[in-house]
């Protein structure tokens, strides 16, 4: 599995009937009482639609985007204006919901929600107009729409509920995203707004959710996460008989991956390159750059699975640069599926394990935008040799205080001749990471014994 974050290029609060600009306030703070606010934001997805054009990150059904924003709980509580006297307080039992915007729209410069002599009911105002605002979207351009949202078919996603208001927002926008990355549609970002009827009621005391912006010092920026479910699961050296297997192809050019110039297609071949009955042109899943997949299973009284006699996985239509390439065959050995499982007296004493780990050193400082390649191998302590694992996973956090604030949570790792997953630094922000291994065997999880601690630093 592999993840990645894209960042806000540009967000801005608009106040009702205002001319308010906060888009460079650390928190913006959606609200329903005297008035109402709504939180615009445009995500740049310029990166990662650069990673998919490539082919280094591939887009398939299971392929999910989560925008995420942490909850500052309180936001700005004590904000007053001349006929608001008793500031804001937190809102709680309430739903918000995104919405598309469809103008673009400049960010602005201001910073404060409040000014002493400003009346938000009658919207008259004290201080100079900057656009954006509920009016305009820039100097010169008012929105088609005021306050940016035109209605129910903007909607992205609605009903996000909030119980005690102090829940961060993670929510799917899959379809949003994948139609700007895939089908070319238009990216004027986002807005997040309270229902249509908590808008519309009104009260002494205003309600409000608070979140970080892109512009706090905190480790809290705003992101939209994506994640690819690009995971390796090769069992050339485990093949067995009567369930669906993966088998792969590793395509490079010097020492990267590189493409082919369309899917290629596998014969399952005998020791005398007959094919097997109903394994022949099957189609073929690219994971990765470089990296394909065929799965499929063997019937063994189609083919005797005894783990001696051996198949080849035969690759056809290849081709790169317009190049055709000679058809690439690669050797298995199915064996019986009873291989996988141990069956009579219950074993004494498991293996014990140590565990090493390669791509990464213990306190390094990392340059941002870097590519590891992270080696996991367990080393049998009762019988001196490396084990491939099936189960083998990392998760990342950073320390606050004396809390671990989850980056990537438990992430199971590829499986091929070797234990290992890549390392994207591209998308961290500079600071200190930690990081986790486990494996697990047997029903026992197996830690490496301290966390891998690094620190990114800025590419620049």
């Given at each position: ?81 001349q ?97 700007i ?8 970002g986002?807005?997040?707004k309270?229902?249509n ?8 005391t ?30 050339r ?47 073929t ?5 470089g ?9 063994g ?50 293996n ?32 001196p ?62 830690f ?13």
């Amino acid at each position: 599995m592999s993840y990645f974050r894209s960042y806000f290029e540009k967000n801005n609060t608009l106040i009702k009937n205002t001319q308010v600009n906060t888009s460079k306030n650390p928190t913006c703070e959606i609200f329903y009482g005297s008035a109402y606010s709504r939180f615009i934001f445009k995500i740049d997805l310029t990166e990662l639609q650069s990673k998919i054009d490539n082919g280094d990150l591939v887009v398939n059904d299971n392929t999910k985007h989560y925008l995420k924003m942490t909850n500052t709980i309180f936001g700005d509580e004590g904000l007053k204006g001349q006929n608001r006297q008793t500031g804001r307080n937190r809102a709680t039992d309430f739903d918000l919901e995104l919405f598309k915007i469809t103008e673009d729209w400049n960010e602005g410069v201001g910073f404060d929600y409040e000014d002493a002599g400003y009346d938000f009911t009658s919207g008259n105002k004290t201080f100079d107009e900057r656009p954006s605002n509920w009016f305009k979207k820039n100097t010169l351009t008012d929105w088609q729409t005021q306050g940016a949202y035109t209605g129910t078919g903007s909607t992205i996603y609605s009903g996000i509920t909030f119980d005690n208001g102090n829940e961060n927002l993670d929510v799917d926008i899959t379809g949003y995203v994948n139609g700007i990355l895939l089908s070319g549609q238009t990216n004027n970002g986002i807005g997040i707004k309270f229902s249509n009827d908590y808008e519309i009621l009104t009260a002494d005391t205003d309600r409000s959710v608070a979140f970080f912006t892109k512009y706090t010092q905190t480790f809290f920026e705003p992101f939209m996460e994506s994640v690819f479910d690009d995971r390796i699961s090769d069992n050339r050296q485990d093949f067995v008989e009567k369930t669906y297997q993966n088998l792969y192809l590793y395509v490079t050019k010097g020492t990267n991956y590189y493409d082919l110039d369309e899917l290629p297609t596998v014969d399952i071949l005998d020791s005398t390159n007959t094919p097997i009955v109903g394994l022949s042109g099957l189609t073929t899943t690219k994971i990765r750059k470089g990296v394909y997949e065929v799965t499929f299973g063997i019937d063994g009284e189609v083919f005797n699975c005894d783990g001696k006699k051996f198949l080849y996985d035969n690759w056809k239509n290849l081709s790169i640069d317009d190049v055709s390439l000679s058809n690439v065959k690669q050797k298995f050995i199915p064996k019986p599926l009873t291989t996988k499982y141990t069956i009579g007296d219950n074993p004494k004493e498991l293996n014990r394990y140590s565990i090493q780990y390669f791509g990464i050193n213990q306190n390094e400082k990392v340059k941002r935008g870097e590519l590891r390649k992270i080696v996991v191998s367990f080393r049998s302590i009762n019988e001196p040799k490396t084990v491939l694992f099936d189960d083998v996973y990392y998760r990342m956090f950073i320390k606050e205080g004396r809390v671990d604030v989850m980056v990537h949570d438990w992430t199971q790792i590829d499986k091929t001749n070797e234990n290992s997953f890549m390392l994207d630094t591209s998308y961290l922000i500079p600071r200190e990471y930690y990081m986790e291994i486990k494996g697990k065997t047997h029903s026992e999880e197996i830690f490496y014994n301290n966390y891998i601690k690094f620190e990114i630093l800025s590419e620049k």
